[in-house]
């Protein structure tokens, strides 16, 4: 059976640049970057050419990003390390964040939900865009507030203007690069203690540096302009899907339509069905797809990310979500539109 992948926002396959750095670091560059010897000196090199290759990317300065496993360390990196000067002051987290980012904020004593920063607000913390519903939220601008930004799903899909933060994280494997590496910038100055020990990024991060997942990521970096292009094609095409499948019942909705919204995401909120079970379907005819839910110990629980925007919990679980990857065709939209209609038929 063919199979067709709609799962961008969930994981996308890496680039081809991605695949063939990492293999070649595997062989060639697997010495310890810290070590003072040639081989860990020349592994150190390609550490730095590497950060210095994606800070010109983002138009930042190489000292000041943090190589990762991912964006989920990085939160609690930057969250907890900004824990002691900050965490006793008000804050605010607007609805609809990643667990990744609320989990490390349980030891935080003045948290707000509200949408409304509270008065005093010290730190504001906000996602680029939805990892499920694909809708782009702007980064509030509250005097004096530090401003904190979770561009994992943002990256690679949508230009990043990151004047309007003073820190951010980044996600290796949902832009092409490989899983298990992402980032952290931070701005000179940011009241910040490193939450770890160890010497590895200038005293910051402890642990050895993963050099071939990070050279890795420095490919597909490379990779992003075209790739943004790649994406903003998706756009019409994620439209007319919407289109016809919203036209079957007037029930159906689809989440964030009409708003700004990463190109390649749908989130289809389909009234009297089971998210679930539209999914597994879909599965079984060959499209792989997500849901709008959360699973947590084995048990499916309503998103809270859609929850929040004031949907009922019936309707949260109804939400399937289709984030297609760059190059994806007509056709293989016009054979998802084909397989869902009969599904929901059934």
Known sequence: M??????????????????????????????NPTSTHREGQRARHRLEEARRSIAEGLGVAPAELIFCSGATEALHLLIRGLRPALGDRPAAVFPGEHSACLNPLNDWSAVSWRRQP????AT?????????TGIRYPMPQIDGALRLRDCAQAWGKVPLDLESCDAAVFSGHKMGGPRGVGLLWMR??????????????????GGTEDLPAILGLAAAARRIPERL??????????????????????????IGRGQDRLP?????????????AVQMALDMAGFAVSTGSACHSGSVKPS???LSLGYSEPEARSVVRISM??????????????????????
């Open 2 to 31: 063919e199979r067709t992948y709609f799962d961008a926002n969930a994981s996308a396959p890496p680039v081809p640049e991605a695949v063939e750095a990492v293999r070649r670091a595997m062989d060639e560059d697997w010495a």
């Open 118 to 121: 509270p008065e005093g607000c």
């Open 124 to 132: 504001v913390i906000q996602m680029a865009a939805s990892n499920e």
């Open 188 to 205: 000179p100055g940011l009241p910040w203690e490193s939450p770890m020990e160890g010497p590895q990024e200038r005293r910051r991060r």
């Open 229 to 254: 292009a790649a994406n903003v094609a998706l756009a019409p095409l994620r439209d007319a899907f919407e289109a016809e499948v919203l036209s079957w019942d007037p029930g159906f909705e689809g």
């Open 264 to 276: 390649n995401t749908s989130a289809l909120l389909l009234r009297g069905h089971s998210g679930e």
């Open 304 to 306: 809270h990310a859609i």
């Open 325 to 346: 990857l760059p190059g994806t065709t007509e056709g293989q939209v016009a054979r998802l539109v084909a397989a869902l209609r009969t599904i929901l038929r059934r």
